[in-house]
């Protein structure tokens, strides 16, 4: 499977400076699709993770698969003001942005084992705030997966101690 030939690379988007790996078309290919949560899901089984959190909105896509395939619940983390009942609430920097990501604050309890999905991992903004609200809430981040690490922007640095695993690599 290359998984390449099914990332579409778009200049400019959404800001200029910005190339933009869009995974539309992986999702759109059934086979594509399925090795893609296969690639996934190999090197997480051993981590005996106890939930999928996945980060809204591409994380959505992938975590949930993930999560069915590893027989785990799902957690959303999403972007503020979209859970209805009390949250954590963690701020960060984006690649292109600022936002804040949220859970229920009885999303996890002390001991849970938390694998966080997402699509793309830039900066590490992103995974860092969603580590950040799995320890608020007792439990342990375990691992983090992604399709795509943009390898260049140096991520992985603000993970320190986290394993992250990814796909494809640019
Ligand atoms: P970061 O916090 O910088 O690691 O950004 C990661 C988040 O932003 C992920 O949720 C991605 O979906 C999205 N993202 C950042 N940069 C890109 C990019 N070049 N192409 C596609 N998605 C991106």
């Given at each position: 499977m290359i998984f390449t030939d099914f990332v579409q690379d778009v200049p400019d988007?959404?800001?200029?400076?910005i190339l933009f790996r869009d995974i539309t078309p992986l999702l759109s290919d059934p086979h594509a699709f399925h090795q893609a949560i296969e690639a996934m899901t190999r090197p997480v089984?051993?981590?005996?993770?106890?939930h999928v959190m996945g980060i809204e909105s591409r994380g959505f896509i992938f975590g949930a698969a993930l999560a069915q395939r590893l027989e785990l619940g799902f957690v959303p983390a999403r972007?503020?003001?979209?859970?209805p009942r009390p949250t954590y609430l963690e701020a960060y920097g984006l690649e292109y942005g600022d936002d804040s990501l949220e859970i229920h604050k009885d999303a996890f309890k002390p001991g849970d084992r938390v694998l966080i999905v997402d699509d793309v991992l830039a900066t590490g903004g992103t995974a860092a705030a969603a580590r950040k609200l799995v320890e608020r809430s007792?439990?342990?981040?375990?691992g983090l997966t992604l399709?795509?690490?943009?390898?260049?922007?140096?991520?992985?640095e603000k993970l320190a101690g986290l394993p992250v695993f990814s796909v494809l690599r640019y």
């Open positions: 988007f959404p800001k200029p400076g089984s051993p981590l005996h993770a106890t972007k503020p003001r979209k859970l007792g439990a342990s981040a375990v399709f795509i690490e943009l390898a260049d922007l140096t991520g992985r």
